[in-house]
């Protein structure tokens, strides 16, 4: 499975864009980007996926660069409540041990 | 729909008791998941099921055995407390293989062992 790099923490002003970097430079073709996040003390979310073109839902937007060697997820406007740890995760579709590193802690500041 | 629930919440056990936490789901889901949570560590993966029935071990399963007799009950169960098995643990379930990404994961057992 390619290996995922994330800043440990970041900080963002509240109703700004959050940008959250993942480097993942050994990325296989059949490999997917994912991400969760993890609100204190609640199990992971899913929130968004991605092979290869940018993807948007309800919650954020995934940028995966030409060459795949990395993301960004977009939080486009960042609320308190979106303070949370947030994990990208590399693996092939339907693979079913999702493993978790330590993900990028993510603070909204009022 | 409650979604994914883990019983109990917290508890509790001295060195060498035995446990068994439930994960309940009502999505029909075919694959549920076994996590543990340490500081520091993220969350990794103990046991998994694919189907009733069936189970296959992950990342950490030492210690730990579980049991799908029903699609929608995933049980772990420690059978001698150590107090290297105080963490948190999480339940998850997801729709089938070509889900499995999209993983829903229940509120947690915040274990402690004496």
């Known amino acids: 499975d390619a290996k995922t790099t994330q800043p440990p923490s970041m900080d963002c002003a509240e109703g700004r864009a959050a940008n959250l970097p993942c480097n993942h430079s050994t990325i296989s073709g059949n490999e997917y980007v994912y991400w969760y996040r993890q609100i204190h003390s609640q199990g992971p979310q899913y929130i968004i996926h991605g092979l290869k073109n940018n993807e948007t839902n309800e919650m954020a937007s995934l940028i995966i660069t030409e060459d795949r060697k990395s993301s960004t997820l977009i939080l486009p406007h960042a609320t308190l409540r979106d303070t949370a740890v947030y994990y990208c995760?590399?693996?092939?579709?339907?693979?079913?041990?999702?493993?978790f590193g330590i993900g990028t802690k993510l603070q909204v500041i009022p | 729909n409650a979604g994914v629930t883990q019983t109990p919440k917290f508890r509790v056990l001295k060195t060498g008791q035995s446990m068994t936490l439930l994960c309940a789901q009502d999505m029909n889901h075919e694959y549920m998941y076994w996590y543990r949570q340490d500081p520091g560590m993220g969350l990794r993966l103990i046991h998994y099921s694919v189907g009733e029935g069936t189970t296959a071990k992950g990342e950490v399963p030492d210690g730990y055995n579980v049991s799908r007799l029903k699609k929608q009950n995933f049980l772990l169960g420690l059978e001698s407390a150590a107090p290297s098995q105080t963490s948190v643990y999480f339940c998850?379930?997801?729709?089938?293989?070509?889900?499995?990404?999209?993983?829903?994961f229940g509120p947690g057992t915040r274990l402690t062992v004496t």
């Open positions: 995760i590399v693996l092939p579709g339907g693979y079913q041990k999702v493993t």
């Open positions: 998850a379930s997801s729709y089938d293989r070509l889900f499995a990404y999209e993983q829903y």
